[in-house]
């Protein structure tokens, strides 16, 4: 899991870089598009959501069946949170947009995807 953790934080770390502006300029818009480009060409990628400077939900790309309270469990756990989704099991990372402000960047990788991946790549 140290490769794939590994490159999910690299992931994250430019996905960070490129949505920080749209957070400043609080274009929720321009930032959901974004994140939705991300999504499709990230095969492993099971969702990404970012909070503002406020500690909220400012962006996401949720589905529908993404449970609330999983969502309010993941903002409020400090380090990265391990659970189960009906896709597989899934490592969410939490990388801060902005060092020292409370806006963050959360990336779900689903470890099931990144094995399959890894497997057919070799």
């Given at each position: ?43 492993a990628l ?17 589905d529908r ?58």
């Amino acid at each position: 899991m140290g490769f794939q953790i590994e490159r999910a934080s690299s992931l994250g770390d430019a996905i960070a870089e490129g949505i920080s502006l749209n957070v400043i300029n609080d274009n929720s818009l321009q930032a959901l598009n974004q994140l939705n480009a991300i999504i499709k060409k990230n095969e492993a990628l099971e969702y990404v959501f970012v909070t503002n400077f406020n500690g909220d939900l400012f962006v996401h790309t949720f589905d529908r069946g993404f449970p609330r309270s999983l969502l309010s469990y993941i903002q409020h756990e400090h380090g990265d949170v391990n659970f189960i989704t009906e896709y597989g099991e899934v490592y969410d990372i939490e990388i801060p947009l902005i060092e020292g402000m409370r806006a963050r960047l959360h990336i779900g990788i689903n470890k099931n995807e990144v094995n399959y991946l890894i497997k057919k790549i070799r």
